[in-house]
């Protein structure tokens, strides 16, 4: 079992006393013998991102995965709360152990409610070890120095007992992880899942470093990766071949036909540097071959093309290039008037290159400007030598340049694969012939950029988008919870990045935060569900945004982390039956919020505070729908509504309007339209309550069960299967509809509603058409907006009971 299974334990074991020395790191208390270290920050955030990665996701339907996963079911009760560590090493009879490390936390190991749990209190030197089964699955775990460590071996735990040697280098490696990525890893060569990142058979860890440290960010089509690799200069290793050179510009991609498998390039500024390390490396005392081809050229390369390779030298004299090669001038074919020759060396590239170049059979070859192409077939220059003129090489292409953005353009070694390619290098890494689908992933990379002493490393496995047609509605996400979502999902302000992230919760109660890469950044426990829409505001006026809600008995304030913000949360002892209102009645960020308890409303400042120039108490009746706040003119109003009245107030509570006839009305939002408060009766008229308190009526044609939405000069009602936008309306196939929702973006309209009987998204424009490719399919209603910083729109809504989905219209 090797490569991607280590997510895979990462996410079966967080989803599914003292020593005589004082160890306060975690990293203090890795076994010996580790070749894998695994260190998060957010145990839920790694989770779900390793359970929505398109990518990984491929790999749990392998019979190796439900083994694994049979094996660890019972290390999923493990919670951690903050950091943590996952070590896998093998003991004395070559299998693998795994432990877990983390600092004690409350809820870290709960047991109570446990079914088929057994518990054993074991002693070894006067300490405590815990033996615990589950379903028939044993781990062993134990205390020191307020750090919980649980293990598969219970000699393992036992060996935390003893205070081992500290590892600087490791230290360093560790220390230089970056907290704020899915996870990070340190790898060992030796590692037991691991051997290879390469196309070349003849390039393993083994001999690569002696560490390499990796920052992994997930999102379900894409991993990339980024940190160091290190070896000491007393190590036989491979990357130190780049010792006392400049990496340079990568140049292959330029000529790599779109149609290869990828290549491998390696750069150096001087030749005669590179040449004497790379001989050190193989342990040879000279070069014993002409080398004087290599003088002028600073980037070497493979290209493959299934069974077929070609070298790849780039120089920077190509002139002086061309005469090293003047005994090499007899020409065998021409094809597009590039004339190909006959090479006599065929072995000189493994001969020189060794082990970064295997291939020994380059007996013809081709200029193409800078470019000196060898290979050993015909057909191989010829298919290079097309695409050249085409300018259909791999650096043309889109999925290309989209996996370039995570890598830098000067590096000592480049390797980027297809998908075939991917495959071959996963299945080096994996044992027996593993059935496994890995589509449009054409060009995955991998670079390592020499430095002093040691290399950058950057990655990445990504997905190719395939090129959406005008106006088509394409899936972008299909995010899944561990539970089934309670309420819809909503669209939320990144104060950082400017873009746009999406907030719900689930039926537990449990609040995400999501990128809009479909990772989940964070979640929080709430006391209850959110009352309608999540309100952004900036509570210390400096732009970084809270989220401010309400439950049945909280009023929440969350930062940017989901920490709640002092003094909140409100605790209260009566339900609270509305939405929070949030005012900002100068647009100066001195908020006022409205809580309202059945026919009562409080208003707090942003301290928590009561205001106490607010002097409205209680309404005549429940209040039916969540209070507002209105401007027209210099004037403020808020208003709210019981059954049989309609309250139109000052700031100060005091009625500002009094409407000269009274109604019954409908559970529907007051809003503003036209200068007008507007409403609708429980009978589904429209009611208009002019400022100087008189009132308008107007038949819509509603049935009782109606939905209302307005902007100040757009009108939109449902009533069962008909849409009334403006003047306007549509007959939808009947069904039980959301309420519909207006979308001003980019000064257009956008009106949407949903039929959640036949799971169908609706979005129309201004004038009532409906927009091309919808409906789709959904369970909620949507909210629209520009998630990023591209031309095109997006929306999320409910997909399947624990999913949420996020569109682009194209």
Not at 343 to 371: E, G, R
Not at 443 to 452: E, K, L, R, W
Not at 773 to 799: H, M, Q, T, W
Request: charged content about 20%.
């Amino acid at each position: 079992m090797k490569f991607l299974c280590f997510p895979l334990l990462l996410l079966l074991l967080i989803s599914c006393s003292d020593s005589g020395t004082k160890r306060s790191k975690l990293l203090d208390f890795v076994p010996k013998n580790t070749s894998i270290i695994l260190k998060s920050s957010n145990a839920e955030s790694l989770k779900n991102s390793i359970t929505n990665s398109g990518f990984l996701q491929e790999f749990s339907k392998l019979e190796s995965y439900k083994d694994l996963q049979n094996k660890l079911n019972g290390l999923s009760v493990i919670k951690p709360a903050n950091d943590f560590l996952i070590c896998f090493s093998k003991d004395s009879k070559d299998s693998i152990q795994y432990s877990i490390i983390t600092k004690l936390s409350k809820g870290l190991f709960k047991t109570d409610s446990l079914s088929n749990y057994i518990e054993e209190k074991l002693s070894y030197q006067n300490k405590t070890i815990t033996k615990s089964t589950i379903n028939s699955n044993t781990f062993y775990s134990t205390v020191i120095d307020s750090t919980f460590i649980a293990s598969s071996s219970n000699r393992i735990i036992e060996g935390f007992y003893n205070y081992p040697e500290k590892n600087t280098e490791l230290e360093k490696l560790y220390n230089a992880t970056d907290n704020d990525k899915t996870f990070s890893v340190i790898l060992k060569p030796n590692n037991p899942f691991i051997s290879s990142f390469f196309n070349e058979d003849s390039l393993s860890l083994d001999t690569f470093s002696e560490y390499l440290a990796l920052d992994i960010e997930l999102n379900q089509k894409e991993l990339a990766f980024n940190g160091i690799t290190k070896a000491n200069d007393s190590t036989n290793s491979l990357i130190n071949i780049f010792k006392n050179t400049v990496p340079q510009e990568n140049q292959i991609q330029n000529i790599a036909p779109s149609n290869s498998d990828g290549f491998m390039s390696f750069t150096f500024d001087n030749f005669k540097v590179f040449e004497s390390n790379l001989s050190k490396f193989n342990r040879k005392d000279s070069i014993t071959h002409n080398t004087s081809l290599f003088n002028d050229i600073v980037e070497v390369g493979v290209i493959y093309e299934g069974n077929n390779s070609a070298v790849v030298i780039n120089s920077i004299d190509a002139i002086a290039t061309n005469d090293a090669l003047t005994g090499e001038q007899t020409t065998v074919s021409n094809y597009r008037e590039i004339d190909i020759f006959s090479f006599s060396q065929p072995v000189l590239f493994a001969q020189t290159f060794s082990p970064l170049i295997t291939f020994n059979k380059a007996n013809l070859y081709c200029n193409l400007d800078h470019f000196f192409v060898f290979a050993n077939s015909i057909e191989t220059l010829q298919n290079i030598i097309a695409n050249y003129q085409n300018k259909t090489f791999l650096a043309s292409k889109s999925y290309f340049k989209a996996s370039k953005e995570n890598l830098s353009d000067a590096s000592s070694l480049l390797q980027v694969s297809n998908t075939s390619a991917l495959k071959s290098i996963i299945n080096k890494n994996l044992e027996g012939q593993p059935t496994y689908r890995l589509d449009n992933y054409d060009a995955s990379a991998i670079q390592f950029i020499y430095d002093n002493n040691f290399a950058h490393v950057n990655g990445i496995i990504k997905k190719n988008k395939t090129r959406a047609t005008v106006n088509s509605v394409s899936e972008e996400l299909n995010i899944k919870l561990d539970t089934d979502l309670l309420n819809n999902p909503q669209l939320v302000k990144n104060h950082i990045t400017k873009t746009l992230e999406i907030v719900v919760q689930d039926i537990n109660n449990n609040l995400y935060l999501i990128s809009n890469k479909g990772k989940i950044l964070w979640k929080k426990q709430l006391q209850g569900p959110v009352l309608g829409k999540i309100e952004q505001i900036d509570i210390y006026k400096n732009g970084r945004l809270q989220l401010a809600f309400a439950t049945p008995k909280r009023v929440y304030v969350l930062d940017r982390n989901g920490k709640e913000v002092r003094p909140f949360a409100l605790k209260f002892n009566d339900v609270i039956t509305q939405p929070l209102s949030v005012f900002d009645y100068d647009n100066r960020k001195n908020y006022r919020v409205l809580v309202t308890q059945g026919k009562s409303v409080l208003m707090y400042d942003i301290k928590g505070k009561t205001v106490k120039g607010f002097k409205f108490k209680s309404a005549n009746n429940t209040i039916i729908s969540q209070p507002k706040h209105f401007r027209i003119g210099n004037k403020d109003y808020i208003s709210l509504k019981t059954k049989n009245k309609l309250f139109i107030l000052d700031r100060t509570g005091k009625t500002r309007v009094k409407p000269k006839e009274s109604h019954t009305y409908s559970n529907q939002p007051v809003f503003l339209f036209n200068n007008t408060f507007t409403t609708t009766t429980h009978s589904g008229d429209l009611i208009s309550v002019h400022p100087n308190g008189r009132v308008s009526k107007r038949s819509l044609n509603l049935s009782e069960a109606h939905f209302l939405e307005t902007t100040s000069k757009t009108l939109v009602a449902q009533s069962e299967n008909k849409l009334l936008i403006k003047s306007k309306t549509n007959e939808l196939d009947f069904g039980e509809y959301s309420n519909p929702k207006i979308f001003y973006i980019n000064d257009k309209i956008y009106v949407s509603t949903t039929d959640l009987q036949s799971h169908k998204v609706y979005l129309f424009d201004s004038q009532s058409k409906l927009l091309p490719n919808f409906p789709v399919y959904g369970n909620s209603s949507i909210d629209l907006n520009n998630i990023d910083k591209d031309r095109n729109l997006e929306f999320v809504a409910k997909g399947e009971g624990n999913a949420v989905i996020l569109y682009q219209i194209n």
